[in-house]
């Protein structure tokens, strides 16, 4: 049975909503450069991907994902400068969060999830939930409906230091320039495969890049894969080990977040 709600009709949806614990995962991405040899959509692809496997583990619905996401940084996704990469700016992403969510209060969730696969979107996204569920709770003192509580997280925060060390081998270059990386790399070698080329991997040092922002940018200052760390030592296996980990690790985090049951813990359990 899927678990994503462009798969179901209304009338399913709304059973499965009302039946289940109320759980509503929203992926959210981005449309972004990653270098020559990822699709632009990796972001959201590796969100819904996970929120897949957490909806899976914890009871629960995949919203179809937001697609767009928040302009990319130089410091952290190349910039915004380079072609390909389509960004939303900043009242957008909020707007977009707020609406969601008191869509998804309507519809009866009463717990949101918003799994982050871009690295620039997380303020926006907590900008409008929190609107958004303040503006629930100042109704909800009239009415018991709409009680509705969100979680916000990216997913990269659930990957445990004893898998960076595993993976990376002592050179892992930090999250902000994981980008199209070893890690976005070996989870969509892992998840699809057949949209990654690794014979396009230019394998370049780490971005030198200053402690400051410049705008405009300086477009010299992205290393030409467009690419802020190698890809070269991405794995499927490495991917797999990943998508295990983070997902058992996300699951845990809802299922105490919101007092869930731990019912199917296996589902998600790593090989070790
Ligand atoms: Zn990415």
């Known amino acids: 049975m899927s678990v994503f709600m462009?798969?179901?009709d209304a009338f399913t949806y709304r059973e499965r909503l009302a039946s289940g614990n109320r759980l509503v995962i929203v992926p959210v991405g981005s449309v972004e450069q990653h270098g020559p040899h990822l699709p632009l959509t990796t972001d959201v692809m590796l969100a819904r991907?996970?929120?897949?496997?957490?909806?899976?583990?914890?009871?629960?619905l995949v919203a179809a994902p937001i697609l767009y996401g928040y302009k990319s940084q130089q410091r952290s996704g190349g910039?915004?400068?380079?072609?390909g990469t389509t960004s939303l700016d900043a009242?957008?992403?909020i707007s977009i969060a707020r609406t969601l969510t008191h869509e998804f209060a309507r519809h009866g969730a009463e717990r949101l999830v918003f799994v982050n696969g871009h690295f620039e979107n997380y303020q926006f996204l907590y900008e409008g939930v929190e609107?958004?569920?303040?503006?629930?709770?100042?109704?909800?003192?009239s009415s018991t409906s709409q009680?509705?509580?969100?979680?916000l997280l990216s997913y990269w925060d659930f990957v445990d230091q004893g898998t960076?060390?595993?993976?990376?081998?002592?050179?892992?270059?930090g999250w902000d320039v994981e980008h199209g990386g070893v890690l976005e790399t070996s989870l969509m070698l892992h998840l699809h495969p057949e949209l990654v080329d690794l014979s396009r991997v230019m394998d370049?040092?780490?971005a030198d890049l200053p402690r400051y922002d410049l705008l405009p940018v300086r477009s010299e200052l992205t290393p030409a894969s467009g690419c802020l760390s190698s890809a070269a030592r991405a794995s499927e296996g490495a991917g797999q080990l990943l998508m295990e980990r983070t997902t058992a690790a996300l699951a845990r985090a809802v299922e105490d977040a919101f007092a869930l049951e731990r019912n199917n813990v296996a589902l998600v359990a790593t090989s070790s």
């Open 6 to 8: 462009e798969d179901l």
């Open 49 to 60: 991907a996970m929120s897949a496997r957490l909806a899976k583990a914890v009871g629960g």
């Open 79 to 83: 910039g915004n400068h380079l072609g």
């Open 91 to 93: 009242t957008t992403m």
């Open 131 to 141: 609107l958004a569920t303040a503006e629930l709770s100042s109704r909800g003192r």
């Open 147 to 151: 009680r509705l509580e969100a979680m």
């Open 164 to 173: 960076i060390d595993e993976i990376y081998a002592g050179s892992f270059p």
């Open 204 to 206: 370049l040092p780490p």
